[in-house]
Nanobody, 123 residues
């Protein structure tokens, strides 16, 4: 399984950004997906998760109401729409997938990880 995250960059506080994660190597539509982030010196933090169909989503408290996870099973891609960005959102963002169809919020539930895409939010 390969995951390729993209869409990161340098933005100003209040701006929006959309991350994409393209998956390959197995039937994408059967599995839940997640987004995590890690800032320098901090632990990896759960951001969002989505189940196989896209009908069930979960969000971390720090991004709830600002970020939206979605997926396009026809394109084997999961997205993270990030609005009202803050400097505290600066981090490397990782997409991940596991062995189940459900949406999961814990890091250990995920078996495959993308390479990360850097998001930097200036004040």
């Amino acid at each position: 399984v390969q995951l390729q995250a993209s869409g990161g960059g340098l933005v100003q506080a209040g701006d929006s950004l959309r991350l994409s994660c393209a998956a390959s190597g197995r039937t994408f539509s059967r599995y839940g997906m997640g987004w995590f982030r890690q800032a320098p010196g901090k632990e990896r933090e759960f951001i969002a998760a989505i189940n196989w169909s896209g009908e069930i989503t979960y969000y971390g408290d720090s991004v709830k109401g600002r970020f939206t996870i979605s997926r396009d099973n026809a394109k084997n891609t999961v997205y993270l729409q990030m609005n009202s960005l803050k400097p505290d959102d600066t981090a490397d963002y990782y997409c991940a997938t596991g062995s189940y169809s459900i949406a999961q919020i814990i890091t250990s539930a995920y078996d495959y990880w993308g390479q990360g895409t850097l998001v930097t939010v200036s004040s």
